[in-house]
């Protein structure tokens, strides 16, 4: 038993030490994209489902872009709505696209919509979600992006209401310390930023090449980061685009939010790993190898319970069981706090508003552990609404930080 959890704790170590070293890519000076005159042509994509409440607000920070308005078109798709989600987002502006055949997730509207606007003179999709908020400069930044050689990019995404609760504060930390460790670093060295999310555009070009949007499981933005993976397309970081998503406040949604993300994740794990890696091996992918490395993480977080468990059981046994427990809450809760406090003067975001989250940030992510245990046995299918709370105001906060 002590050699087998030895070869399990020696290989998570590497995958862990893997993730270390490339995060340390981050201190690296980010080469900027040069600003080009507005010549791509967009064509904005909402899938929506009940939006009726916050649609408007994201149509009108759409057109409200700095961007020439003749160079981009905002299409809202609702599916299998039971509100005036359409009536809404025409009355704000938007075109309304009618899927013809049925929807089962958001990677069936997307399917639909690209496949009808392909060849319609457009250059690239540019994909939200219904709740974004999204800054003036967005479209302009791609399209800096992509007239650079870009066949796909993902803008930053922030919290749009980090001080409702601790809750939707310690998700901005989150994507803090993912922009920072993952995409700044991996966009420094030529490898991927993380996709999964919103505020991201893909060139109608590289749509074609790959046969149109053609994703299956519920967290269809990961299994098309796969997909750009297995075919060595780099996803470039663009954080000057920014857009805002409104972010649950109470932890039991937030909790069901990630559920389904963390079974998603595991999903497209188990479909594509095998895949991604026979890529790498055969024509020496690293991005497939970056990409199949991500996916196995979560899996990595549930193996390492049983090292951790071992080890914890062999301390008990020499030094007693509240000295190793104690000292182990103090190791895990201390580095944590002490993380959040970090990427929250990263951020540059108010620490007065985010105190309770960077205080609770260690139970935010201890809380992925179970989740990612429950997502290896049990599969999300259902798609379960998340109440908006925050008043919109229809435009960004005033103060867009872009690093």
């Known amino acids: 038993m002590d050699t087998f959890m030895e070869i399990l704790s020696l290989v998570l170590k590497a995958l862990i030490l893997y993730t270390t070293v490339i995060g340390f890519f981050c201190v690296l000076p980010r080469k900027k994209l040069p600003r080009r005159e507005a010549a791509t042509r967009f064509a904005v994509l909402l899938a929506a489902r009940n939006e009726e409440a916050v649609i408007g607000s994201t149509v009108a920070s759409l057109l409200r872009q700095n961007y020439p308005p003749e160079l981009f078109d905002v299409f809202v798709i609702p599916n299998n709505c039971t509100d005036d989600t359409a009536g809404a987002a025409e009355a704000a502006g938007a075109k309304i696209f009618t899927c013809l055949a049925p929807v089962h997730n958001k990677g069936n509207v997307l399917q639909q919509a690209m496949a009808a606007l392909q060849g319609k003179g457009y250059d690239a999709f540019c994909v939200f979600d219904a709740d974004n908020l999204i800054d003036p400069d967005f479209l302009a930044r791609m399209n800096d992006a992509v007239l650079s050689g870009a066949r796909a990019a993902k803008g930053k995404q922030k919290s749009l209401n980090p001080g409702d609760s601790w809750v939707a504060g310690c998700y ?15 966009g420094n060295i030529g490898l ?4 999964m999310g919103t505020g991201f555009v893909v060139t109608c070009e590289l749509m074609e090449e790959l046969g149109g949007w053609h994703t299956e499981t519920i967290t269809e933005d990961t299994e098309f980061a796969a997909q750009l993976a297995q075919a060595g397309v780099q996803i470039k970081w663009v954080p ?4 805002y998503d409104e ?3 109470s932890f039991r949604q937030s909790m069901t939010q990630r559920k389904r993300w963390c079974s998603g994740v595991l999903e497209v794990g188990r479909k594509m790993i095998p895949k991604l890696w026979y890529n790498a091996l055969s024509f020496g992918n690293f991005r497939a190898a970056d990409f199949a490395l991500f996916l196995t993480m979560p899996y990595t977080q549930v193996l390492m319970l049983l090292p951790g468990a071992w080890g914890i059981w062999n301390t008990l046994q020499t030094q007693g069981w509240f000295f190793a427990l104690t000292l182990s809450f103090i190791g ?4 944590l706090v002490l993380t959040a406090f970090a990427l929250a003067l990263i951020g540059r975001r108010p620490l007065k ?4 989250s960077i205080l609770l940030y260690p139970v935010f992510t201890a809380s992925w552990l179970p ?3 429950l997502g290896v ?3 999300t299918t259902v798609w379960r609404p998340i109440v908006h709370n925050k008043t919109r105001k229809n435009e960004v906060p005033s103060t867009a930080i872009k690093l």
């Open 240 to 243: 000057e685009a920014i857009s």
């Open 353 to 356: 508003t985010l105190w309770k």
């Open 172 to 186: 901005d930390i989150y994507r803090e310390n993912f922009d920072l460790l993952h995409s700044r670093a991996r």
């Open 371 to 373: 989740l990612h245990v």
């Open 332 to 335: 895990f809760y201390a580095g």
């Open 377 to 379: 046995f049990h599969k």
């Open 192 to 195: 991927s930023a993380k996709l």
């Open 247 to 249: 972010e649950p406040v």
